[in-house]
């Protein structure tokens, strides 16, 4: 009997040290993975939630780069000698050509110190009051809160920019172009992620300017609740922060339904915009995951098999949480891609505001030198009169007084009079060259012509060679570059002069790299020729002896983005666009051909008359 207990003893014992250790691992387990649990259900939710944020950063660049361009435009236009004339008998007529020629603004303003507008829609009022108004007669260009202008009645984004006074620092009025909203309201109908989830823009006042529910939508003549009053307090303390410009992505109830809310501000407005998902697109991943919670409570009883399902599960739900932050990477890779390709179309907007900027410049420095070239002619025949006239007195009265002979030899007038004409001579030959330079720059921008016109092909290629005469005369550095002209007797070609003259610049300064990486010691030189062919086009060919090109290089010269130029000097737009200019503008052609170590020959063929479609 003694030994019996003692055995049950003993076995109870065992069991209860077995018990103990299962026990002990299962709760090990089950702890290591509760914890395994929500750090993997965090990265996960986090890795989605980056996404819902990274989408809304998106919509935000699309309208902040659309607003760029529209600043751009407006800046440069204010800036232009016809918009600082503040002459609206002149402004009118070119404020008209260029709404139609860019087709996205409704109307132009000129708006003077005061407050009185005038507008190319023949309307007058007065705007002292407008928020864009005020904040550009203290220098800024603005893109405002979204509002019914005065004279179209129409809902429109008023964009304002200085125009500089001659004197003084204070602004000598304001130039404002009115825009539709319809590519806000584009862009944020096309921002969803998933079923149920929709996109809306706030304005400074925390006033929807674009949402699916157009009865929210408001603009000071057209009243409208502000979110920042809304009911909703957590969409109230959320629309606080997107008024104070900040970025997040919050989870809120909104019309019963629980949501995720990302919100960015915009960098070109004081307006946000905001990315409503629903809770199950986002969470929607993290049902396998809430499924191993269930698998988990299981494991309890079983152990360590179910120790061994964890790690095989916990491996699953780490490849998914992996992927999904592969995928957030490559979104915003691709996102950073756009960015940079927004970026360079900007920068060809830049370079044709420049073009504008250029012929201003080159009106405003012709009327001085012509003043400067017109009385230098006269201060000769000045100078040589009163040179005379001192002569006569030195044959007249050959024995001066003590203080003029001092005087005489201090000044030494025989050299004065033997050097002044030479330097009035020196003068109207600087003159001269300055009134060349100035006809070539006006003649290149030609932002007269914005449509087609017929002009002298042969006197674009001067003028072109003209700007770029800085890089084909001599330098310490670099011997000269010798231009041969074998130019045919052309007749007027129909064309758009400006673009044409870009195309023929981008040529030869390439040409002109050739040639000055060429390590070759030979006679430098680039031969120009134009002639008219059989079949009624103007043949322009531009030959190199530079370094030439290899057969890959003449297969990619003309595509968007290549360049074999080092980091800094070129970002390969240059012949792209001018492909596009010759062969898509002017239904022309453009071919290379070189050889490496030989040098480069572009043909370039023009139809005398464009063709238009009947």
């Known amino acids: 009997m003694f030994k019996l207990r003692k055995r049950w003893l003993k076995w109870r014992s065992r069991n209860f040290v077995l018990l103990s250790i299962l026990v002990i691992l299962s709760l090990s387990i089950s702890v290591t993975a509760i914890i395994s649990y929500n750090i993997v259900k965090g990265l996960l939710l986090d890795s989605l939630k980056q996404q819902a944020l990274l989408k809304t950063e998106q919509g935000q660049n699309d309208i902040d780069n659309w607003l760029a361009i529209r600043k751009t435009e407006i800046k440069t236009l204010a800036n232009s000698a016809v918009v600082r004339s503040l002459d609206w008998s002149v402004m009118e007529p070119y404020l008209q050509s260029e709404v139609k020629r860019m087709q996205t603004f409704l109307l132009m303003a000129l708006i003077a110190p005061d407050g009185a507008l005038i507008n190319t829609q023949e309307g007058r009022t007065s705007v002292k009051d407008r928020e864009f108004f005020q904040r550009s007669m203290v220098g800024k260009t603005v893109a405002a809160d979204p509002i019914i202008g005065r004279t179209s009645t129409k809902l429109q984004i008023q964009i304002s920019s200085p125009i500089t006074a001659k004197i003084g620092t204070k602004p000598a009025g304001v130039l404002m172009g009115g825009i539709e909203i319809n590519r806000v309201v584009e862009v944020i109908s096309d921002l969803h992620q998933g079923k149920g989830s929709y996109a809306f823009a706030l304005n400074s006042q925390g006033v929807p300017i674009a949402h699916p529910d157009i009865r929210l939508i408001g603009t000071p003549e057209k009243a409208a609740e502000s979110f920042l009053k809304s009911p909703n307090h957590r969409l109230a303390e959320i629309t606080q922060k997107m008024v104070a410009k900040r970025t997040n992505i919050e989870f809120a109830q909104l019309d019963g339904k629980w949501n995720y809310i990302a919100y960015t ?79 360079q179309l900007i920068h060809t907007e830049k370079m044709s505001s420049l073009g504008q900027l250029v012929a201003g410049v080159a009106h405003e420095i012709n009327n001085p030198a012509n003043f400067i070239h017109a009385n230098l002619n006269h201060a000769s025949e000045y100078c ?89 005369t001599a330098t310490p550095n670099q011997p000269e570059i010798q231009i041969v002209k074998k130019y045919g007797d052309l007749p007027l070609v129909e064309c758009y002069a400006g673009q044409l003259n870009q195309v023929f610049m981008n040529v030869l300064a390439n040409a002109i790299d ?46 968007y983005m290549f360049t074999t130029k080092p980091v800094g000097k070129g970002i390969g737009l240059g012949m792209a666009i001018a492909y596009q200019i010759v062969v898509d503008k002017h239904a022309g052609s453009i071919e290379v051909d070189s050889t490496p170590g030989h040098g480069t020959e572009f043909t370039i063929r023009i139809p005398l008359q464009h063709l238009r479609l009947r």
């Open 514 to 559: 050739a040639i000055e990486e060429s390590l070759v010691n030979n006679q430098r030189q680039i031969c120009i020729r134009t002639e008219l062919s059989n079949d009624k086009q103007v043949m322009i060919q531009i030959y190199d002896n530079g370094i030439g090109m290899s057969e890959e290089v003449k297969q990619r010269v003309f595509d």
């Open 384 to 472: 040589k009169d009163i040179l005379d006239l001192l002569k006569l007195y030195e044959e007249t009265y050959p024995n001066p007084t003590p203080e003029i002979s001092d005087r005489v030899q201090e000044l030494d007038i025989e050299f004065l009079a033997e050097d002044l004409p030479k330097l009035m001579a020196s003068m109207q030959v600087g003159t001269k060259r300055i009134r060349q330079i100035v006809l070539s720059l006006r003649n290149f921008s030609r932002l007269d012509e914005a449509d087609m016109k017929f002009v002298d092909i042969n006197e674009g290629l001067d003028n072109t060679l003209m700007i770029l005469n800085h890089r084909l």
């Open 265 to 343: 501000p915009l960098k070109e407005a004081n307006w946000s915009v905001a990315l409503v998902v629903p809770q199950e697109n986002i969470e929607s991943p993290l049902q396998a995951l809430n499924l191993l919670a269930t698998v988990l409570g299981g494991l309890l009883v079983v152990g360590l098999i179910g120790a061994w399902r964890q790690v095989q599960l916990y491996e699953q739900i780490r490849d998914r949480a992996l992927i999904s932050s592969q995928q957030a990477q490559e979104l915003s890779k691709t996102l950073k891609e756009l960015q940079n390709t927004q970026a």
